[in-house]
Nanobody, 116 residues
Framework: QGQVVESGGGSVQIGGSLTLSCTSSGISWFGLYDMNWYRQAPGNQRELVAAITRDGTTNYPDALKGRFTISRDNQINTGNLQMNSLQPEDTAVYYC?????????WGQGTQVTVSS
């Protein structure tokens, strides 16, 4: 049974940075999966914040370009989301998603809280 686990969340002050990590286990051929990071704030829908395809092509919503950077290391089945200049509106639970065709894995999420 494949699993995805996020880590690296926490509390940070406005303008600070955090790096979230996504590790997988039991998922064969990690490198063939697209990796996505989503977030969900209370009362809001889950939204995509960064994506990286299996060949390393990245994509971000326009509002987050320049502040968030997604990366992956297929050798160790891990991906990262570097977040800079964090603002209170970035407060949310962040989820890692691995997707390949019908195979769709989600982690439990990690909380990010940005405050003054």
């Amino acid at each position: 049974q494949g699993q995805v686990v996020e880590s690296g969340g926490g509390s940070v002050q406005i303008g600070g940075s955090l790096t979230l990590s996504c590790t997988s286990s039991g998922i064969s051929w990690f490198g063939l999966y697209d990796m996505n990071w989503y977030r969900q704030a209370p009362g809001n829908q889950r939204e995509l914040v960064a994506a990286i395809t299996r060949d390393g092509t990245t994509n971000y919503p326009d509002a987050l370009k320049g502040r968030f950077t997604i990366s992956r290391d297929n050798q160790i089945n891990t991906g990262n989301l570097q977040m800079n200049s964090l603002q209170p509106e970035d407060t949310a639970v962040y989820y890692c998603n691995l997707r390949r065709g019908k195979n769709d894995y989600w982690g439990q999420g990690t909380q990010v809280t940005v405050s003054s």
